[in-house]
């Protein structure tokens, strides 16, 4: 360390725990309200909550050609409503000609008509 001071070489920084979402906002190219274009495919966050709440705007997001990102965690202890719901979200996405896959077993990913998810394996 002595050494390295002397012959003029830089410490390794110490690596810091980073929060990743802070992390992510600092690297934003946009501030502020996004106001919508029919031209653009935006990549929406929509949560479910626990009596399903958030599927029709998911359902409705996917009708205007977005990507939506789902959460579900909410309904991880209610394993019949979350088949529910996955099944009316395959439907959705078969009316669509879309695609639904498992991101993590709390994030699903529902894409419009003219995209397909790659599964793992495929």
Not at 5 to 17: A, P, T
Not at 28 to 43: A, F, L, M, W
Not at 76 to 101: F, P, S, T, W, Y
């Amino acid at each position: 360390m002595v050494f390295n001071k002397i012959l003029g070489h830089k410490e390794e920084e110490e690596e810091e725990e980073i929060d990743i979402e802070e992390y992510l906002n600092d690297l934003s190219v946009r501030e502020g309200k996004i106001i919508e274009r029919d031209d653009i495919t935006y990549v929406k966050p929509v949560d479910i909550d626990r009596e399903g709440g958030g599927l029709a705007q998911a359902i409705q997001e996917l009708e205007k050609d977005n990507i939506v990102v789902l959460n579900v965690r909410n309904l991880m202890d209610n394993k019949l409503l979350l088949r529910k719901i996955v099944k009316e979200l395959r439907d959705a996405c078969l009316d669509a000609d879309g695609d639904i896959g498992k991101i993590s077993d709390e994030k699903i990913l529902i894409v419009p008509g003219g995209m397909r998810i790659v599964h793992r394996g495929s």
